[in-house]
């Protein structure tokens, strides 16, 4: 406060700040079912070191995490699992889809694989490759964080979860 | 010399199987294929396993196919497949029965306990029943899915999506 009493003007939002620090300080919930986990914990190892983006607090507990990173194939068995722990996680979260088996079943066109997390959970960035290169990852990360600063991604994808509807009515093409 | 001994397991098997055995064959790698009826699979495994001489100790896998539209299908669609190997002679062979649909083959658990899970999964995935099973459940599939998806009249793409996890089985959450 100006020692003359005048009144105060933030010259930012907070908005602006508060998102500002979430993408800084992003904790990830590594939810690994196959071997993109192998690719996970490679960035998150001291080689590429995911801790640079202030991404380094891996919490086991969905309470205490705002990215749940689902790297690896989630069979139909799994899913209610992952919606589970999805809906456990505290707002604001974010959803990253790790590998092709994540984003859209991959090569397990079958009977017993999720064809892709986003028919259950909203996906807020998906990272191609199988497995993705750590590269793609934090390329993946990166583009999550500009998101996280304007705001309009995380809003668009809550609103698309909501329209998602209960579990068993979808699970991808039927026959 | 691996050869030689598995030539002679033959005929030392082939004599001990004397009437059970309904076929011999070789399959592209010369390992051979004892035919058994379903009734009398334990007891040919047994002289496989308990022979002096052939020692087919190791149960290294059990599993099964469904041969519908196959030659032989008229005596059984499902066909269960033991794979034995013998760690003297380092040499393998291989049992198949056949069996139609819901007629039970009899329990591999007496001879091996390592059948116990390999009988599940062909019970989850084909539906082929196996008698005096200590625990004959799904293993692999949830519990409530209908159907069994290895077989070739279930649909390859047919998902089976439930909302909530699957229930604890009752007799895990029982206290001793």
Not at chain 1, 92 to 112: E, L, Q
Not at chain 1, 115 to 124: F, R, S, W, Y
Not at chain 2, 83 to 107: C, E, H, M, N, W
């Amino acid at each position: 406060m100006p020692k003359d009493g005048s009144p105060e003007i933030l010259t930012t939002t907070v908005d602006a700040i508060s998102n500002w620090a979430r993408k800084n300080s992003l904790w990830p919930l590594p939810f690994g079912t196959s071997c993109c986990g192998i690719e996970m914990m490679a960035v998150l190892s001291s080689d590429y070191d995911m801790s640079r983006f202030g991404a380094e607090v891996v919490r086991f507990s969905p309470r205490q995490a705002d990215l749940i990173i689902c790297a690896g194939t989630i069979t139909l068995k799994m899913a209610p699992v992952l919606k589970n722990i999805y809906e456990q996680m505290a707002e604001p979260k974010w959803v990253m889809a790790f590998g092709v088996c994540t984003s859209s079943g991959g090569i397990y066109n079958a009977y017993p694989v999720l064809q892709g997390i986003d028919t259950i959970i909203p996906v807020d960035v998906y990272i191609p490759g199988c497995p993705p290169s750590p590269e793609g990852v934090i390329h993946g990360l990166m583009q999550l964080q500009k998101r996280i600063q304007t705001g309009e991604y995380s809003r668009a994808s809550r609103a698309r979860g909501r329209e998602l509807g209960p579990l068993a009515s979808r699970g991808g093409q039927k026959t | 010399m691996s050869a030689n001994q598995l030539e002679a397991h033959v005929a030392k098997l082939q004599e001990a199987l004397g009437g059970m055995l309904v076929r011999l064959e070789r399959d592209r790698q010369n390992v051979p294929i004892f035919w058994v009826k379903r009734e009398q699979v334990i007891d040919a495994l047994r002289a496989a396993k308990e022979t002096n001489g052939l020692e087919y100790h190791f149960l290294s896998d059990l599993t099964a196919y469904d041969d519908t539209d196959g030659e032989d299908e008229a005596q059984g669609r499902f066909v269960v497949v033991y794979q034995l190997y013998s760690p003297q002679g380092k040499t393998r062979i291989r049992f198949k029965t056949r069996a139609a649909d819901g007629v039970s083959v009899p329990t591999a658990t007496v001879l091996w306990a390592a059948a116990n899970w390999a009988e599940r999964e062909v019970f989850d995935l084909l539906g082929v029943k196996f008698d005096g099973h200590p625990d004959l459940r799904r293993i692999l599939l949830d519990v409530r899915w209908q159907g069994h998806p290895l077989r070739k009249d279930y649909h390859w793409r047919k998902y089976q999506l439930f909302n909530d996890p699957e229930p604890i089985p009752e007799h895990l959450l029982k206290e001793e």
